[in-house]
């Protein structure tokens, strides 16, 4: 037999999961008791079931923050420019020796 899709609440009534129902040896879909087969609103960013229906408790969500992985990204980009810094820093001062070395004649 064909399952179907039903919709859970958590205790707050918001939606939780939608849970796949088969039917039993009777033929019937049980539904869990925080559960029904009401279809979600449109669109559906936090939905709460409310007297027998869905209804949108948000008119758009805020967006997630971004401030980390960019803040990771640029504090890698630093190191890497560091090192790069640190490295042409030491070739710098060994060819600045080595000129000198060159000029006085080794003494």
């Known amino acids: 037999m064909e399952s179907k899709i039903a919709h859970v609440w958590d205790e707050n009534c918001f939606y939780k999961e939608a849970v796949e129902i088969f039917p039993d040896e009777s033929g019937q879909y049980i539904l869990p ?3 029904t087969f009401e279809p979600l609103p449109i669109p559906n960013y936090k939905p709460k079931f409310v007297e027998g229906k869905w209804i949108e408790t948000i008119s758009k969500p805020k967006p ?3 401030y980390v992985s960019e803040t990771l990204e640029i504090k890698l980009a ?3 420019i560091a090192e790069a ?3 042409e820093k030491t070739a710098t001062q060994l060819a600045i020796a ?3 070395e060159t000029i006085t004649g080794g003494a």
């Open 78 to 80: 630093l190191a890497e």
């Open 33 to 35: 008791k925080n559960g």
């Open 85 to 87: 810094m640190e490295l």
């Open 64 to 66: 997630e923050p971004e």
């Open 98 to 100: 080595e000129l000198a």
